[in-house]
């Protein structure tokens, strides 16, 4: 079956089908509407939402400081302006990739053209004993930030964070800004450490440190305790009784792949995809947190959880949807907001593991980049709190130039000399 923008216009045809109400869902619906696509296009959101990001959710929206709009990568109002359907409420429960068409659970059955699976990741869950107590917390929806701002809003609450990844992090910075006591919990004895090493880890630490943030490292929760049905405190599996009104466990995300694995699709750490984001199914594509895709800068496949990822991902999806040649290959990128840091990454941290560490600028301070150097080459920088310098990291980590690392850090050489 063939579709162009101008076989498909008749709404009976089968057309775009998007499932999932992330931003990699929102990029994807804005991007065949602004590549001339007339025929139908349905997003099967999932949530209750109109198709919004995740970033704000730790960061300004739960701290108050930011509304809904902040949420939305495409207002409300763009949808039905761009005959764009959105199902929300509504799931994907089974997907016939033979007969090209999708169940939905609220009993009908959509046929597509192409499909797109943008469902996202949700948060890991360990069965902690007493998780199931009120005032323990995962966090991942607006749903979740709704709440629980609701309860960190006044301050003076004891908060426990189990994990110590960038949503930990950002989270427990958020809570603490808001006036309220934070424990945190973490496997790593330095927080970030396996993402960005032990150095760099600690700049983040010593500044939720001087916040006020008490780190139990490494720790995990042997025992969420409560009383009459309330979180009251976590036993550490060190043996220390944390008091808590609050309890977040952030311990990562796990990507979405029951619909597509059901299906026969490939999965493999994700939604196995080939750089234009095609599945093994003819017509299904993933694209976002659950697609698993082949970069070509490393020759490896690479699940990225992250914004950029999720906005390059969804337009890529769009175009190879199209049937025009498109090939994710941007540098990896993220960025993350916690207190006064603020840093960008770019980078393939898959390769950072032995490689040398280049600082320009000071890490006391806290405004340097980083660089990793690995044989001579830039594969991953980091700027925190420096600004304008990401495309001339990305640049030397696209053109696999040797770099002088003498020059490297120094920071009177500008990067694009180097
Ligand atoms: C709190 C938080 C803060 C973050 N901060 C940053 C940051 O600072 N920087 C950064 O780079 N990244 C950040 N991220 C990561 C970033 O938000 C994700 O990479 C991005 O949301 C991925 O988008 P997505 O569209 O792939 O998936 P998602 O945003 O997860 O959306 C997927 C959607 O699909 C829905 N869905 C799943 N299954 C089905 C189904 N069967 N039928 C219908 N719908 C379904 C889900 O309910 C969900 O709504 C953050 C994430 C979180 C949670």
């Known amino acids: 079956m063939s579709h162009s923008p ?13 499932i999932g109400g992330g931003l990699a869902a929102a990029t994807a619906a804005e991007t065949l509407r602004r590549e001339g696509w007339q025929g139908p296009v349905t997003v099967v959101a999932g949530e209750d939402e109109t198709p919004y990001q995740r970033p ?29 359907s959105v199902l929300r409420g509504v799931r994907a429960a089974a997907l016939d990739t033979a007969a090209h ?43 979740d930030a709704v709440a629980l701002r609701e309860q960190l809003s006044g301050g003076g609450k004891n908060v426990v964070m189990v994990g110590s990844g960038w949503i930990g ?16 919990l973490g496997l790593e004895e330095v927080p970030l450490s396996v993402a960005i090493g032990a150095e760099l880890g600690t700049v983040f630490t010593a500044r939720h440190r001087e916040a006020g943030v008490r780190f139990e490292l490494p720790a995990s929760a042997a025992e969420i305790q409560g009383s ?19 309890v977040i466990v952030a311990v990562g995300v796990a990507p979405n792949t029951e619909l597509a694995a059901a299906a026969g699709i490939t999965v493999n750490n994700g939604i196995e995809v080939d ?38 991902g969804g337009k890529v999806a769009a175009l190879s949807m199209l049937g025009q040649d498109a090939v994710l290959d941007d540098i990896p990128y993220f960025y993350t907001d916690q207190f006064d840091l603020g840093m960008e990454y770019s980078g393939f941290g898959t390769l950072t593991g032995d490689a040398e560490l280049v600082v320009r600028g000071s890490l006391e301070t806290r405004e340097f980049i980083a660089f990793w150097v690995r044989g001579g080459r830039v594969v991953a920088g ?10 001339a990291i990305k640049g030397l980590i696209s053109s696999r130039r040797t770099v002088d690392t003498a020059r490297l850090a120094d920071p009177q050489t500008p990067l694009e000399d180097i």
């Open 56 to 84: 704000p959710l730790s960061k300004g929206f739960l701290a108050g400081k930011e509304g809904v709009d902040a949420l939305l990568p495409l207002p409300e109002s763009w949808y039905p302006e761009h005959q764009v």
């Open 169 to 184: 992090m950002e989270i427990a910075a958020t809570a603490t800004e808001l006036g309220n006591q934070v424990a945190l």
């Open 275 to 312: 750089s234009s984001l095609r599945t093994s199914a003819p017509d299904v594509f993933a694209a976002g947190d659950v697609a698993n895709a082949l970069h070509p800068f490393t020759g490896t496949h690479l699940r990225s959880e992250h914004w950029a990822n999720a906005i390059a």
């Open 101 to 143: 068409t999708v169940s939905l659970d609220n009993g009908e059955t959509l046929p597509y053209a192409k499909l797109l699976l943008a469902t996202g990741a949700a948060p890991r869950r360990i069965p902690f004993p007493g998780v199931d107590l009120a005032g323990v917390h995962t966090f991942r929806t607006k749903a």
């Open 6 to 18: 101008s076989t498909a216009a008749n709404g009976t045809d089968p057309g775009m089908v998007i």
């Open 382 to 391: 980091m700027n925190v709190n420096t600004w304008d310098v990401q495309e």
């Open 228 to 246: 009459g049905g309330n979180v009251t405190s976590v036993l550490t599996t060190t043996g220390v009784t944390l008091p808590a009104d609050i």
